[in-house]
């Protein structure tokens, strides 16, 4: 017995060693282990950069109203602001503008915030909007920006913080158009405007610092107004190019940290790895508008069934070479007023031939027939393309091949640029296919209008379009708009095709979110740094 206790005794003081051992060989940590992840952080905080780098080519100026270079526009927006502006979903917000308020038709009244000063020290005030607005809307201002003043009729001046203006006409979310950057209006004393070298001030969070050659340099703007933005990024360094091969070149080595690119072919410059790539949605939008006038294509069935049949995957793919993104609405390239949600008809030739049985067509001869008031109507169309386009031409024969799958036959007819005009001038084709530049303003006029492409008449559609234009609610506008896009999925006036495609392509040792669109790529930049 005793002999027992004495071995449970030995065995409880072995477990006990053991234990302690392992304490100390695992938690507790000796003034050499301490002193080594010290030594760690340091070396981690030590190796982050605040300096930005990046490269540009086909340099103008830094001037933001007169500048056309695309990426100069882009590193602009850190240093000169807008009274209204754009954010990543495309909605819209303040930016000096308190408020903007729309007190007639065609009449608004601006408050600009208080405090905020230009990067020289001098205050903000109503007379620089006055004095950018009017640079914009001179003859001799060649500027990006210039249409966003072109409905502008009078500017007036009620105090150094109130501007009221006043529009030839109406104009829907005319508020979208305040998104041209601000300038000083002392900055520019006794100066010409055009022609001037000085260094233009703004009210960034960034300003610049030097223009030497072939070199600029942003810095922290200490007195920015914004206390939410406080961003890591100290410096940005801008080295001009001469090439775009160049300024590849400089990011391959590892001299730039971040290229806004539209070259779908960059990574033949660059290699395809090293490096991480955002890509975005970007303005130029293609769609097929049927002319609802037509005896056939009046039939929702047959308009249905035509966008059923068209493989859009197929066409971004082999048209262009997957660098192109496939559209189910104008509004789908990331605004906030697209309702995912709402289905339209993806490709699904099956449903299309079942569409068409449905509505009384039958199949006979290789294509759909249907007899209506004695008369025999035939599932064919001629397809208007502007010949000089020259993928446009190659997706309208991919829609005469995938259409002509299923039994609806289109002839192509390659146009001279004035001919094409022509036809959408007068309206007088079957199916056209057609294009835009997307704006930042989200009306849906050139789709659902009195001049839509379509010549699609549904007065519920138009009765949306117009309440839209009214409402300032952010969700109210929102169902409105997922309303009219019901309808576009029940009716299908026109069918939507595909977008172009940009690229943010930088460093793998730049940190942080990128969230770009076309309006800006430096969103989310308070979260950005670089490692060494």
Same mark, same amino acid.
């Given at each position: 017995?005793?002999?027992?206790?004495?071995?449970?005794?030995?065995?409880?003081?072995?477990?006990?060693?053991?234990?302690?051992?392992?304490?100390?060989?695992?938690?507790?940590?000796?003034?050499?282990?301490?002193?080594?992840?010290?030594?760690?952080?340091?070396?981690?905080?030590?190796?982050?950069?605040?300096?930005?780098?990046?490269?540009?080519?086909?340099?103008?100026?830094?001037?933001?109203?007169?500048? @056309?270079?695309?990426?100069?526009?882009?590193?602009?927006?850190?240093?000169?602001?807008?009274?209204?502006?754009?954010?990543?979903?495309?909605?819209?917000?303040?930016?000096?503008?308190?408020?903007?308020?729309?007190?007639?038709?065609?009449?608004? %009244? &601006?408050?600009?915030?208080?405090?905020?000063?230009?990067?020289?020290?001098?205050?903000?005030?109503?007379?620089?909007?006055?004095?950018?607005?009017?640079?914009?809307?001179?003859?001799?201002?060649?500027?990006?920006?210039?249409?966003?003043?072109?409905?502008?009729?009078?500017?007036? $001046?009620?105090?150094?913080?109130? &501007?009221?203006?006043?529009?030839?006409?109406? @104009?829907?979310?005319?508020?979208?158009?305040?998104?041209?950057?601000?300038l000083s209006s002392q900055n520019f004393d006794n100066e010409n405007f055009t022609t001037s070298t000085k260094i233009p001030v703004g009210t960034g969070m960034y300003q610049i610092?030097?223009?030497?050659? *072939?070199?600029?340099?942003?810095?922290?703007?200490?007195?920015?107004?914004?206390?939410?933005?406080?961003?890591?990024?100290?410096?940005?360094?801008?080295?001009?190019?001469?090439?775009?091969?160049?300024?590849?070149?400089?990011?391959?080595?590892?001299? $730039?940290?971040?290229?806004?690119?539209?070259?779908?072919? =960059?990574?033949?410059?660059?290699?395809?790895?090293?490096?991480?790539?955002?890509?975005?949605?970007?303005?130029?939008? /293609?769609?097929l508008a049927m002319n609802t006038q037509n005896a056939i294509l009046s039939k929702t069935e047959v308009r249905k069934a035509i966008a059923s049949s068209i493989d859009k995957a197929?066409?971004?793919?082999?048209?262009? /070479?997957?660098?192109?993104?496939?559209?189910?609405?104008?509004?789908?390239?990331?605004?906030?007023?697209?309702?995912?949600?709402?289905?339209?008809?993806?490709?699904?030739?099956?449903?299309?031939?079942?569409?068409?049985?449905?509505?009384?067509?039958?199949?006979?001869?290789?294509?759909?027939?249907?007899?209506?008031?004695?008369?025999?109507?035939?599932?064919?169309?001629?397809?208007?393309?502007?010949?000089?386009?020259?993928?446009?031409?190659?997706?309208?024969?991919?829609?005469?091949? #995938?259409?002509?799958? %299923?039994?609806?036959?289109?002839?192509?007819?390659?146009?001279?640029?004035? #001919?094409?005009?022509?036809?959408?001038?007068?309206?007088?084709?079957?199916?056209?296919?057609?294009?835009?530049?997307?704006?930042?303003?989200?009306?849906?006029?050139?789709? =659902?209008?009195?001049?839509?492409?379509?010549?699609?008449?549904?007065?519920?559609?138009?009765?949306?379009?117009?309440?839209?234009?009214?409402?300032?609610?952010?969700?109210?506008?929102?169902?409105?708009?997922?309303?009219?896009?019901?309808?576009?999925?029940?009716?299908?006036?026109?069918? *939507?095709?595909?977008?172009?495609?940009?690229?943010?392509?930088?460093?793998?040792?730049?940190?942080?979110?990128?969230?770009?669109?076309?309006?800006?790529? =430096?969103?989310?930049?308070?979260?950005?740094?670089?490692?060494?």
């Open positions: 017995m005793k002999v027992n206790i004495f071995k449970y005794i030995f065995m409880l003081v072995v477990i006990i060693l053991i234990g302690y051992g392992i304490y100390v060989i695992h938690y507790k940590k000796s003034p050499q282990d301490t002193n080594n992840q010290t030594a760690s952080q340091e070396t981690t905080q030590n190796s982050v950069n605040t300096n930005l780098r990046l490269g540009i080519h086909q340099y103008d100026t830094m001037n933001p109203i007169l500048s @056309q270079n695309k990426n100069i526009q882009f590193i602009d927006k850190l240093v000169f602001e807008p009274l209204l502006t754009i954010n990543n979903d495309y909605s819209l917000s303040n930016c000096l503008a308190e408020e903007c308020s729309k007190t007639g038709d065609n009449s608004y %009244i &601006i408050k600009l915030k208080s405090n905020i000063k230009f990067q020289d020290g001098t205050d903000l005030k109503a007379n620089d909007v006055k004095f950018t607005i009017d640079q914009l809307k001179s003859g001799d201002v060649i500027s990006i920006y210039k249409d966003n003043v072109s409905n502008i009729y009078s500017l007036d $001046i009620i105090d150094d913080r109130t &501007i009221k203006i006043t529009l030839n006409e109406a @104009q829907p979310f005319f508020e979208y158009n305040l998104i041209f950057p601000i610092d030097k223009m030497e050659g *072939s070199f600029i340099s942003l810095v922290k703007n200490p007195n920015y107004w914004d206390s939410n933005k406080k961003t890591k990024i100290d410096t940005i360094n801008i080295n001009i190019y001469s090439s775009m091969g160049e300024v590849y070149n400089a990011f391959k080595i590892g001299n $730039i940290d971040l290229i806004p690119t539209s070259n779908t072919n =960059f990574r033949d410059y660059i290699g395809t790895i090293g490096f991480n790539v955002s890509q975005y949605k970007a303005r130029d939008f /293609d769609y197929n066409i971004v793919a082999t048209v262009f /070479d997957d660098n192109y993104d496939t559209s189910n609405y104008p509004l789908d390239y990331g605004n906030y007023l697209y309702d995912s949600s709402i289905q339209t008809d993806s490709y699904n030739p099956e449903y299309a031939q079942q569409l068409l049985e449905e509505a009384g067509w039958e199949f006979k001869y290789k294509q759909w027939q249907k007899v209506e008031n004695y008369k025999t109507l035939r599932t064919t169309f001629d397809l208007v393309v502007n010949a000089s386009n020259v993928r446009r031409v190659a997706v309208a024969e991919a829609i005469k091949n #995938q259409l002509g799958n %299923i039994g609806i036959l289109i002839n192509v007819k390659k146009v001279s640029d004035a #001919q094409y005009n022509s036809y959408i001038e007068n309206r007088n084709y079957d199916m056209i296919l057609a294009g835009t530049k997307i704006s930042a303003t989200p009306d849906l006029a050139r789709y =659902f209008g009195d001049s839509n492409l379509a010549n699609y008449d549904k007065e519920e559609a138009k009765n949306l379009l117009h309440e839209t234009y009214q409402i300032a609610d952010a969700k109210k506008l929102r169902e409105k708009f997922s309303e009219l896009q019901k309808i576009y999925a029940e009716d299908v006036p026109f069918v *939507s095709l595909y977008i172009n495609r940009e690229y943010l392509v930088s460093s793998t040792k730049l940190f942080g979110e990128q969230k770009p669109n076309w309006f800006n790529v =430096f969103y989310n930049m308070e979260n950005w740094y670089r490692q060494n």
